[in-house]
């Protein structure tokens, strides 16, 4: 157990260098929701959507079978997205900076907070960061969450995980150094 706790806290403190953050423009694009059954109510600002989900915001674009989206009074989306048994949800954005360089995940579950740019991905979970469709960093786990302002991941294991259990977290991270040398 004591060497869980280890992977969890030393991937939580993983800062990288800041390179680049969420695409900043995304924040004043619609959104385009689509979906078999989708649910409105525009007084309460909260959207559900049934089956073949598909969320574009500038460049997120969020995938799953079962959404609930919830608009704050200052215009910031709480995204909650699961997939089935057949599917995972799955989320993509660009980040500011560099054109090609993307963030992506998919899991069980994902969920994005457009005002603290939050990304948590559960079950089964895969973050992925590339540039120019070269893989970057790469984490794997039960749970990743990804700070977009802080530039920080943390994986975390299921909270009745064991210590026969491990390896439950994995992650492949490229030098800082030669990833921003190389831009």
Known sequence: MHRLLHIGFTLSLLVLSPIANAEKADQDKPIILEAEKVSVNDVQQVYDLKGQVLLIKGSIIV????????????????????????????????????????????????????????????????LKRSLNMQMLDQLQGWKIEYDDIKERYRVTPPANAKAEDLPLARAILSPRRKATLEK
């Open 63 to 126: 995938t799953g079978e079962d959404g609930h989206i919830q608009v704050d009074p200052e215009g910031y989306e709480l995204v909650d997205v699961k997939g089935s048994a057949d599917t995972t949800a799955s989320f993509r954005q660009r980040r500011e900076g560099p054109a090609d360089e993307f963030i992506q995940g998919r899991g069980t579950q994902v969920t994005y907070n457009a005002k603290t740019e939050i990304l948590t991905i559960t079950g089964e979970a895969s």
